[in-house]
């Protein structure tokens, strides 16, 4: 289901869970167009488990779909590391967990930080071909296409997020992507654990990433979702979700 109240969220704002003493702590991040209410209930339960968290509100995310339009991906990637950096003052273990874009973006961050695992969630690595180079010469004439956000399975709920897509952020997604493609081999050779959690039907993420990740970094543990669509923290399956995140993280 999509927004169609305002493209607009009515929070979103950064969140964080403290567990003090535990030197064990989760980075969490979202996806593209959303908020950090579409991994709430993955930070909530990496708490409740005892562990540190970080969940950021990525630039541009959470206030109007211009701001977004206007952010680089650089400055989202300096955002993931200055919250890496915070949890890295409270936490001598960091596993890097992401939901879509953010699935690349722990990929990415598990590669410089050498962390020892990162989980992702239905996560992207590659847009369709030739959607980024569309979207270089679209955005001057088309600001905004369709919303991706709502791709959820269970009746009633819904993802917050924009309720338009801004095609000048389509290619910093690209750039994200293909910084996140870079260190999958770094990972594969650093012998990086990787849990991903994937739904089988997605609207918005195609197989081939998940492909990808496999093919590139073979100690990658897959975990089918079967119930669920894209947010699948928010459907059917978030609390195996939850589960598997946090038997993930304690094992490390």
């Not at 879509?100 to 590669?111: D, E, F, K, R």
């Not at 493609?181 to 012998?191: D, F, M, S, Y």
């Amino acid at each position: 289901m999509r927004r169609t109240q305002s493209d607009v969220p009515t929070s979103g704002r950064e969140g964080r869970g403290h567990a003090a003493g535990t030197g064990t702590g989760a980075l969490v991040l979202h996806g593209f167009t959303s908020t950090t209410a579409s991994m709430q209930p993955v930070a909530d339960a990496v708490t409740a488990a005892g562990f540190e968290v970080e969940l950021p509100l990525l630039p541009g995310h959470g206030t109007r779909w211009e701001d977004l339009a206007a952010t680089p991906a650089e400055q989202i990637f300096e955002t993931v590391t200055a919250a890496y950096e915070s949890l890295a003052e409270r936490c001598d273990t960091i596993v890097p967990v992401g939901l879509s874009m953010g699935g690349a973006l722990a990929l990415w961050a598990a590669a410089e930080h050498r962390c020892p695992g990162a989980v992702v969630i239905n996560p992207g690595l590659r847009l369709k071909a030739g959607t980024g180079l569309l979207a270089r010469g679209l955005h001057r004439i088309r600001p905004t296409i369709d919303s991706i956000a709502g791709d959820i399975a269970t009746p009633g709920v819904t993802e917050e997020a924009y309720a338009v897509t801004p095609v000048r952020a389509v290619v910093q997604l690209d750039r994200v992507f293909r910084h996140a493609r870079a260190v999958l081999p770094r990972l594969a050779q650093q012998g990086t654990p990787v849990l991903m959690l994937r739904s089988p039907i997605d609207a918005v993420v195609g197989s081939s990433s998940a492909t990808l990740l496999k093919r590139t970094v073979p100690q990658t543990q897959e975990v089918i979702l079967r119930r669920s669509r894209h947010v699948a923290t928010l459907d059917y399956d978030a609390e195996l979700v939850n589960r598997r995140v946090v038997e993930f993280i304690r094992a490390r």
